[in-house]
């Protein structure tokens, strides 16, 4: 797509992006994407929610109630917005993304965030080994649709990935048990759910376009067609521990500490997909990521889009103490409850797992 520029477009034209419509924006992510948008003072942010929907969503939010079966309702929720955030649990019904789309470019929104908020969108290969792939669908019929994406690649959530139990990063910290993946020691992009509240709300303040050929401020289309890349932390889970000991004021021999190959855990994580139960498909994700490759690290290879949107530096330390209090107040158990066993497990995932049951030690060059 050519360059466009401010000075170039009709009569009228603001250059920036003020009418913003989100699904999911009483979700884990969702949430803090309204409420940082809504702080910037700078929008007006719509909740596209199903009729009858009891999801809480952040004070300050306009309601727009839709049936997504009725695709004119879903038009006319949309009509008017320049930019529509999707983020949607992986457990929606096949399909709605692209629904959404579809009713998006009939209603005329240019912008549109599918659901992302993951892993690194580039890496083709790690995508479908962490069974995420199908958010490249969502990419495809935003192009098919002749819009615009920029796809937020975040990483794993820091807070909820450290609560949640063994399973993700690792930790159980209220029994103070952890396993580490290989030695602990590889280090992976993380984000907490605020910092990719403020990457959306500090991209939609910027200028949508450049005003003109010499204008080289950050902008919106900057990212046009491409991923975002941001991250509050790169860290090991040896670093995860070590903070944890700093704000708990406990040491290691206070934990139980053990040891699994990563390759091995991920194997292990495709066989408990393959039996329907759907533990495995957090397991396979974590494990993954966490491969002595450099897979998981992916400012390494793109740098980030941190400074040019002007993200603050985070305190590591304080992401941790939340994660703490979540664990503590039972997060992870009543998460854990919720995630679907046999005999719903999405035909996608099982068939990612069958075809990636097994990793090579090629693949994983610290075994």
Known sequence: MSVKYAKDQPAGFTNRIERVAIVGAGGQ????????????????????????????????VKVVEVDYDNEQSLIDGLKGHQFFFISMAVTAPKGTQEKLIAAAAKAGVPWIMPNSYGADFANKKMLKETMTDGNSDGVAAIEKAGLSWIYMSCSFWYE?????????????????????????????????????????????SLKELPDDENDTSPTVSQWRNKPLYVSSFLVSQRDMLDSIHRNLGTKDSDWEIQYEASDARYSRAMELLKAGNFLGFGM?????AFFPNGDGN???????????????????????????EMAEAGFGPRRLAELPT?????????????ETQSVSQKENPAQ
């Open 29 to 60: 992510v969702g949430k803090h994407i309204a409420e940082e948008l809504l702080k910037t003072g700078k929008h007006t942010v719509t909740a596209i929610t199903r009729t009858g929907s009891k999801s809480k969503l952040p004070a300050g």
């Open 160 to 204: 909820y990935s450290l609560s949640m139990g063994e399973p993700f990063y690792g930790f159980d910290i209220p029994n103070k048990k952890v396993t580490f993946y290989d030695d602990g020691k590889t280090r992976i992009n993380t984000s907490t759910w605020r910092q990719c509240g403020r990457a959306a709300a500090h991209l939609l």
């Open 284 to 288: 396979g994700m974590y494990s993954r």
């Open 298 to 324: 992916f400012e390494a290879k793109y740098g980030l889009a941190n400074e040019p949107l002007g993200l603050p530096k985070e305190d590591f330390d304080e992401a941790t103490k939340l994660a703490i």
């Open 342 to 354: 046999t005999p719903w497990l999405p035909q996608a995932i099982q068939a990612t797992a069958s």
